[in-house]
T-cell receptor, first 110, second 113 residues
Framework: TQLLEQSPQFLSIQEGENLTVYCNSSSVFSSLQWYRQEPGEGPVLLVT?????EVKKLKRLTFQFGDARKDSSLHITAAQPGDTGLYLC??????????FGTGTRLTVIP | DSGVTQTPKHLITATGQRVTLRCSPRSGDLSVYWYQQSLDQGLQFLIQ???????AKGNILERFSAQQFPDLHSELNLSSLELGDSALYFC????????????FGPGTRLTVT
């Protein structure tokens, strides 16, 4: 079973601060996705990164895929209360299985 | 709203019982995926169906089974339920067999007492 470890597990910050969430594995993935999940709802896809070293920006969110395609990071600039939620990374294997990370629960305090 | 619907939203049942969870994919999507989310195990992939055929299998117990019908809706059957089966069960759908872009439903919360 491919294991995707996310850190930190919990993060509580003030509005306006910056933060980085990490997703690490010993396995290589063909692509990696980031999702955000709010209470009572299903995960919503934020981004998919495919190429090692790839960087994608989505407004205040910056996603990076590691050169070896084993790890990824999510950086949020000037966090807002609307960013609060559970952030999940998910790695796609060559066998077309999607393995989800352990999750980072972010709280942004107004 | 992702366009994926799941029923029921909540389900409470006793150990040893059998339940059926239902999922309707987004219009035009041919693939359906089932996931289990629990506090200690996180989000785990169970099984995928594509256009009525089983496509991929994850950590699905033998007590669990699924199928996808000609109208593309899917059902997940959970039998001989145990306390540890209490979890959120999500269905997701995508256009093709690849998991490149999945859309998740709101989930069914199952409580086994």
């Amino acid at each position: 079973t491919q294991l995707l470890e996310q850190s930190p597990q919990f993060l509580s910050i003030q509005e306006g601060e910056n933060l980085t969430v990490y997703c690490n594995s010993s396995s290589v993935f063909s692509s990696l996705q980031w999702y955000r999940q709010e209470p009572g709802e299903g995960p919503v896809l934020l981004v998919t990164v495919v190429t090692g070293g790839e960087v994608k920006k989505l407004k205040r969110l910056t996603f990076q895929f590691g050169d070896a395609r084993k790890d990824s990071s999510l950086h949020i600039t000037a966090a807002q209360p609307g960013d609060t939620g559970l952030y999940l990374c998910a790695g796609l294997t060559g066998a077309n299985n999607l393995f989800f990370g352990t999750g980072t629960r972010l709280t942004v305090i107004p | 709203d992702s366009g994926v619907t799941q029923t029921p939203k909540h389900l409470i049942t006793a150990t040893g019982q059998r339940v059926t969870l239902r999922c309707s994919p987004r219009s035009g999507d041919l693939s359906v995926y089932w996931y289990q989310q629990s506090l200690d195990q996180g989000l785990q992939f169970l099984i995928q169906y594509y256009n009525g055929e089983e496509r991929a299998k994850g950590n699905i117990l033998e007590r669990f089974s699924a199928q996808q019908f000609p109208d593309l809706h899917s059902e997940l059957n959970l039998s001989s339920l145990e306390l540890g089966d209490s979890a959120l069960y999500f269905c997701a759908s995508s256009v093709d067999w690849g998991v490149y872009e999945q859309y998740f439903g709101p989930g069914t919360r199952l409580t086994v007492t």
